[in-house]
């Protein structure tokens, strides 16, 4: 039996898995560093806080994950062409000491087993919008694009160093970065938008950590993006996580297998949901499953990591995929 370091590979390469991958199973998270737990993250229900970057975030009960607060007063950019005036990047100059605390949990991963994963959330698009809200970032693309790609070239600089920072000290085995391109019917930018803007960085952050050792990057947004998909191939992305039913997820198997592979195809706001029940999360789980086959897809929740929004629903598409496995292999 393959580990499930070596069936998510077998998966994602073309090769011979025994089973389906269940979700996030092959992926051991580093979930803590001295960047990412030096200041509070907002609880479902509990009060905002506000992040690094001075972003108010409020976390919503029975909502997938936080957003920001932005409404004028919250606002960290009201004026694209005064950027620098507001926007402060998070420090990264911690001492040693304080990066050697976090290196037992890392070491504990056993990586014959598991990837050693980083996380980054937000991701560059998502910076954007959170320091200056959706509606004010997606007219600034038009209005003041060079005031932009300046905003974007400081946000890519400070996740360059960060990203540094995390291979000398973890040496990451994959990673997770999150940045949702589109909401569930269309992607935010063209393809057009998304290749001046967005994919130059893209190709310097992934490129860094792929020369530092990291084999497997998993890029998470939860939406539609299949027009997309050939700037993920483009940055490097090996796993395009959270891809929506509305990709038409077993056609992008089918045209980009191979070149990169697919995680998702079961949507939360069908299955996490109030009343959910196992006959339902069976009935998707083995769509799915049936319908992409056995390469280059993950079935997951489209969901950015591992759990669910109600209990029990990411312990129940676990086992029905155990079933599917059991069925189709």
Excluded at 1 to 29: C, H, S, W, Y
Excluded at 52 to 67: D, E, L, Y
């Amino acid at each position: 039996m393959l580990t499930k370091r070596q069936n998510f590979m077998e998966t994602i390469r073309g090769g011979n898995p025994d089973r389906f991958v269940k979700q996030f199973e092959a992926l051991g998270f580093i979930w803590a560093n001295p960047v990412s737990s030096a200041y509070p993250f907002p609880v479902p229900g509990g009060p905002a806080v506000k992040n690094g970057w001075g972003v108010t975030i409020r976390f919503q009960a029975n909502t997938p994950g936080p957003f920001p607060v932005h409404d004028a007063e919250h606002k960290v950019v009201k004026d694209i062409t005064r950027w620098k005036e507001t926007v402060k990047a998070p420090r990264l100059d911690y001492p040693q000491k304080a990066w050697d605390q976090f290196k037992p949990a890392a070491d504990a991963i056993d990586r014959n087993e598991l990837f050693a994963t980083c996380l980054i959330a937000p991701g560059l698009f998502e910076q954007l919008h959170y320091l200056m809200g959706m509606e004010d970032c997606m007219i600034s693309f038009y209005q003041e694009p060079e005031a932009m790609k300046e905003l974007i070239d400081y946000i890519t600089e400070y996740e360059l160093g960060y990203a540094k920072l995390l291979c000398d000290n973890f040496h990451p085995d994959a990673l997770l970065h999150h940045d949702d391109w589109g909401s569930h019917r269309s992607s935010f930018l063209s393809p057009q938008m998304l290749n001046e803007f967005i994919v130059p960085a893209y190709k310097k952050i992934y490129g860094l950590y792929k020369a530092n050792g990291v084999k497997v990057i998993v890029h998470h947004s939860d939406s539609y993006a299949a027009n997309l998909v050939p700037a993920m191939i483009d940055v490097g992305i090996d796993v395009f996580q959270g891809c929506v039913t509305t990709n038409n997820v077993p056609e992008l198997v089918k045209k980009y297998g191979g070149r990169i592979s697919f995680m998702g195809d079961l949507d939360n706001g069908t299955i996490d949901k109030p009343g959910w029940t196992q006959d339902l999360v069976a009935r998707e789980v083995r769509r799915a499953c049936t319908n992409n086959g056995k390469l280059y897809f993950i079935p997951c929740l489209a969901a950015g990591g591992p759990g669910s929004t109600f209990p029990g629903v990411y312990d129940a598409v676990n086992a029905e995929i155990d079933k599917m496995s059991r069925e189709i292999f």
